[in-house]
């Protein structure tokens, strides 16, 4: 006809649920065999007789994630539960941290690419334009670059050789010209000293000068 009573105090563990409070919407409950709540670190914000035992859903932004197990003592269970926005903040950040990352390595890409165009496409775009110049003829036609580079050297090389151009041509109709001279005078004295022979102005002795003409 006796009956033993014992008392809990679980204040200590509490204490312990409190540090949970560090999370916003971060909720740790102990909770019986019925679900009814022994401790929590702080309101739940849903049911929890409401889960199954392991549960674990996640249905927007704002739901709880939520996750039941074992206490380790008689058919009591922990009971964790925290909003997803809380839960996947951590993904978040890392998500937006990737984002600005390709960001900034697709901005570097595009800074690259317009560099490579300045350093090697425009300079040997050039010098397709000057090399199309002196196909048409125009051999006063110049790169205009001056580099330390392979690309300066052929372009060096190029205006070199279209200054020997335009030397050799200038030479050409030098030649031409002083050819063209040398043979229209004896021509044209020949051709004056066989029309006087033709109109008896001149006798046989004149073609002597007409030979002398033809053999120089």
């Not at 009591?76 to 390595?105: C, K, Q, Y």
């Not at 030397?167 to 031409?176: G, H, I, P, R, Y």
């Amino acid at each position: 006809d006796m009956v033993l009573v014992g008392s809990l105090d679980l204040l200590g563990l509490r204490d312990v649920f409190a540090g949970f409070e560090a999370v916003p919407g971060r909720v740790l409950t102990l909770q019986d065999g019925a679900g009814q709540t022994i401790v929590a670190s702080r309101e739940p914000r849903v049911d929890a007789a409401a889960e199954s035992a392991t549960s674990s859903r996640s249905s927007g932004p704002d739901d709880a994630i939520e996750h039941q197990f074992p206490a380790g003592h008689s058919d009591w269970t922990i009971r964790v539960s925290e909003p997803a926005s809380a839960a996947f903040a951590p993904l978040d950040r890392a998500r937006r941290g990737l984002l600005v990352g390709f960001g900034v390595a697709i901005g570097l890409c595009v800074l690259l690419a317009f560099g490579f165009a300045g350093v090697v496409v425009r300079p040997v775009r050039e010098l397709v334009a000057t090399t199309e110049r002196l196909a048409r003829g125009e051999l006063s036609a110049r790169s205009g670059l001056t580099r330390s580079d392979e690309i300066g050297q052929l372009a060096a090389a190029l205006d070199h050789m279209a200054h020997e151009l335009e030397a050799l041509d200038s030479m050409k109709t030098e030649f031409v010209g002083h050819v063209s001279h040398e043979l229209r005078t004896p021509l044209t004295s020949a051709r004056l000293t066989l029309a006087n022979v033709e109109e008896g102005l001149a006798g046989p002795e004149a073609l002597a000068r007409v030979r002398a003409d033809i053999d120089r």
